[in-house]
């Protein structure tokens, strides 16, 4: 999935690497200002380039967002093809609750993950992924977890499938959103909430499939 906000894709080793510092210094910077707060002349700095190679790839700050976003995702879908190779076989309770797991832990570890993981993570915060190609809307998160699921996880399809995984995301975004007000570990009991609400609306809606 393209992100519209990257100018030009990086070829030679080293410019791959100059993009890279200036993801990790976004990130890092998003952890330590805030969203409203970053700039790409700080980011610049703190990658060790010059504010105008942030253009040379990206359309400014909205770019970069739109970049880390992606890069989150792609993240996250790495961590659950190593989760669903030690589990086997799935259901799509359980497959919630490994997603959730996860994100936490990105929550956790991944830096700027907590400000923006696919998303301002505020409450009604704007999104930074490009939308989906479904017809029932919605953005790329959506629809990659879904095709995960059929086609990497081996789990059944289900009816309404985007509606699904939209109110699913929204309602595990509510969850972690109050979970890790407070503490950057989150606060266990919400979590486990967000866990239980996950796992139950999923029984529900797998059972009709």
Same mark, same amino acid.
């Given at each position: +999935?393209?992100?519209?906000?990257?100018?030009?894709?990086?070829?030679?080793?080293?410019?791959?690497?100059?993009?890279?510092?200036?993801?990790?210094?976004? %990130? =890092?910077?998003? *952890?330590?200002?805030?969203?409203?707060?970053?700039?790409?002349?700080?980011?610049?700095?703190?990658?060790?380039?010059?504010?105008?190679?942030?253009?040379?790839?990206?359309?400014?700050?909205?770019? +970069?967002?739109?970049?880390? =976003?992606?890069?989150?995702?792609?993240?996250?879908?790495?961590?659950?093809?190593?989760?669903? =190779?030690?589990?086997?076989?799935?259901?799509?309770?359980?497959?919630?609750?490994?997603?959730?797991?996860?994100?936490?832990?990105?929550?956790?570890?991944?830096?700027?993950?907590?400000?923006?993981?696919? %998303? *301002?993570?505020?409450?009604?915060?704007?999104?930074?992924?490009?939308?989906?190609?479904?017809?029932?809307?919605? *953005?790329?998160?959506?629809?990659?977890?879904?095709?995960?699921?059929?086609?990497?996880?081996?789990?059944?399809?289900?009816?309404?499938?985007?509606?699904? +995984?939209?109110? %699913?995301?929204?309602?595990?975004?509510?969850?972690?959103?109050?979970?890790?007000?407070?503490?950057?570990?989150?606060?266990?009991? +919400?979590?486990?909430?967000?866990?239980?609400?996950?796992?139950?609306?999923?029984?529900?809606?797998?059972?009709?499939?």
């Amino acid at each position: +999935m393209g992100n519209p906000g990257v100018r030009r894709r990086p070829v030679q080793k080293r410019s791959i690497e100059r993009v890279e510092r200036i993801l990790e210094a976004c %990130a =890092a910077l998003l *952890d330590e200002v805030g969203l409203d707060a970053l700039t790409t002349v700080d980011v610049a700095r703190r990658a060790g380039v010059p504010s105008g190679t942030i253009y040379q790839f990206f359309d400014g700050k909205p770019g +970069m967002l739109r970049e880390l =976003a992606l890069r989150n995702l792609d993240l996250l879908l790495v961590r659950l093809r190593r989760r669903v =190779a030690e589990e086997g076989a799935l259901t799509w309770p359980r497959a919630a609750e490994l997603v959730l797991a996860e994100t936490v832990e990105m929550r956790r570890t991944v830096p700027g993950y907590t400000v923006v993981d696919f %998303a *301002d993570t505020r409450p009604g915060g704007q999104t930074f992924l490009p939308p989906g190609e479904a017809k029932e809307g919605g *953005d790329v998160l959506a629809e990659r977890l879904y095709h995960f699921a059929l086609d990497e996880a081996g789990l059944p399809p289900l009816p309404h499938p985007y509606r699904v +995984m939209r109110l %699913a995301i929204q309602s595990a975004a509510a969850a972690l959103q109050l979970s890790f007000a407070a503490s950057p570990e989150g606060d266990p009991v +919400m979590i486990e909430q967000g866990r239980r609400l996950l796992r139950a609306y999923f029984a529900d809606v797998s059972s009709d499939a």
